[in-house]
């Protein structure tokens, strides 16, 4: 069966910090790859998406991720972060030839102004 | 609609009850998910629509769950005698068909649930 696993839970940094939040899964096949994110008090929004081509993808306020597919990672990064980047952050997978998305248990990122 | 909307916010209820969560996708939106947040626990898949097609109810926890969806729009989720274990935040999602797999989702702001 298809996982997807979050290595940090919880992750604190202060502002201006660097940022990686780590995501593997387990999937031989063609896969499309996302990252949502939750901010305090709102719904859950993409962040970034994988689909096909250039396997650095750029999403919004400066995230970005890389697919690697030899690692079956697609961690999550920015260079420097704000006090307003609190907030959980959901690695998920989609088999191609599936209709399901598998999310990971989250990452619960805080930052200290 | 301009989003995903979700009825109600919140619901208490006593354990044995039984409960109906709404959603509202998306006009235009085939594709219709259902999913629990459990803290710590990340979504949990229960249901998936597309279009006119057999929904998928392989993540449907228990026969106490159920799921319909008419005229290719609403979905009622219905818990039956709910249990203390039933307690989570209920997410809809919904997204156009994608041409290769699922595409972006586009998420409610959840139904709270608590069973008391």
């Known amino acids: 069966a298809q996982s997807v696993s979050q290595h940090n839970h919880h992750v604190i940094l202060s502002e201006a910090a660097s940022l990686e939040l780590g995501c593997n899964y387990s999937?031989?096949?063609?896969?499309?790859l996302f990252w949502y994110v939750q901010y305090p008090g709102q719904h859950l929004q993409l962040l970034l998406k994988y689909f096909s081509g250039d396997p650095l993808v750029k999403g919004i306020k400066g995230f970005e991720a890389e697919f690697i597919k030899s690692k079956f990672s697609f961690n999550l990064r920015k260079p420097s972060v704000q006090w307003s980047d609190t907030a959980e952050y959901f690695c998920?997978?989609?088999?191609?030839?599936?209709?399901?998305?598998?999310f990971g248990k989250g990452t619960r990122l805080h930052i200290l102004p | 609609g301009a989003g995903v909307s979700q009825s109600p916010s919140n619901k208490v209820t006593e354990k044995g009850k039984d409960v109906e969560l709404r959603c509202d996708p998306i006009s235009g939106h085939t594709a219709l998910y259902w999913y629990r947040q459990s803290l710590g626990q990340g979504l949990e898949f229960l249901i998936y629509?597309?279009?006119?097609?057999?929904?998928?109810k392989s993540g449907l926890p228990s026969d106490r769950f159920s799921a319909e969806r008419t005229g290719g729009s609403v979905s009622t989720l219905t818990i039956q005698r709910t249990q203390q274990e039933d307690s989570a935040v209920y997410l809809c999602?919904?997204?156009?068909?994608?041409?290769?797999?699922?595409?972006?989702?586009?998420f409610g702001p959840g139904t709270r649930l608590t069973v008391l």
């Open positions: 629509f597309q279009g006119n097609s057999a929904p998928d």
């Open positions: 999602a919904s997204s156009l068909a994608g041409a290769k797999g699922v595409d972006t989702q586009y």
């Open positions: 998920a997978v989609n088999a191609v030839r599936d209709d399901k998305i598998i």
């Open positions: 999937y031989g096949g063609t896969v499309n």
